[in-house]
């Protein structure tokens, strides 16, 4: 389902709201993912906590932190990516995410199987065949 809509995002982004600034679009993609995280603040009872508590105080920190720094800041960046590039290379950068995954688990000795190697394999014949094709439309 992430991977349909992330496809959706690029070309609708891309297509029909070019004309739109990056920060522009970070900030109501954002917005609108605050509604549903309220309503899971909201449902888990995160307003009844006491922020005295540092464990609460550390973790409400930690969470800010990756909102603002992990997805807002990825954002801004990857709009300005979509624009300044575009759409093929755009969704072709996140697909390093996987390698840099497998790497980070070798660093910190976790299991990695054949599964993890194999989906990789074919994530990285997938952006080569892309790329053969976007080359051969470009000539």
Known sequence: MATLFYGFNVNMVFKQLSNIGPLQLASVALSLNAI???IVLIYTGYFNLSLAS????RSTGAAAALGI???ALA?????VLLKNAGAVFASMVTYGV???AIFL??????DI???QIACLVLILTGVFVANIKSNKQLE
């Not at 954002?75 to 709009?79: D, T």
């Not at 688990?105 to 976790?110: N, P, S, W």
């Open 75 to 79: 954002s801004i960046i990857f709009y």
């Open 36 to 38: 549903p995280a309220l």
């Open 113 to 115: 199987g054949w599964e």
């Open 98 to 100: 996987p390698a840099v």
């Open 54 to 57: 540092t464990d609460i105080l």
């Open 69 to 71: 720094l992990a997805t």
């Open 105 to 110: 688990g070798i660093l910190r000795k976790e």
